[in-house]
Nanobody, 115 residues
Framework: QVQLVESGGGLVQPGGSLRLSCVAS????????MGWYRQAPGKQRELVAV???????NYPDSVKGRFTISRDNAKKTVSLQMNSLKPEDTAVYYC?????????WGRGTQVTVSS
């Protein structure tokens, strides 16, 4: 049974930082590309960051320079360091694991950026 469990969300003031983590089980973690997505109310789910099985990373312009994705294959964990947070970063953040035709999702963790 595949499980992706996110943690680290919460309420933070604009300009603050949060670190999200996702622990995977039931997959050969090192083979999977891992990603973070987010979905704000009334909006489509969007990619926030991805790290491939080989360690390459990619970010959309909206978070580039503020967010950093990393992975620890030994701990089967992918993390997202979020700095200089803005109110528009408020969303539910989801962890994703993808390999060939397989794609798995976590249940999400809420991030709220507000003063």
């Amino acid at each position: 049974q595949v499980q992706l469990v996110e943690s680290g969300g919460g309420l933070v003031q604009p300009g603050g930082s949060l670190r999200l983590s996702c622990v995977a089980s039931g997959i050969i973690f090192s083979m999977y590309d891992m990603g973070w997505y987010r979905q704000a109310p009334g909006k489509q789910r969007e990619l926030v960051a991805v790290i491939t099985s080989g360690g390459s990373t990619n970010y959309p312009d909206s978070v580039k320079g503020r967010f950093t994705i990393s992975r620890d294959n030994a701990k089967k964990t992918v993390s997202l360091q979020m700095n200089s947070l803005k109110p528009e970063d408020t969303a539910v953040y989801y962890c994703n694991a993808a390999f060939q035709f397989r794609s798995y999702w976590g249940r999400g963790t809420q991030v709220t950026v507000s003063s």
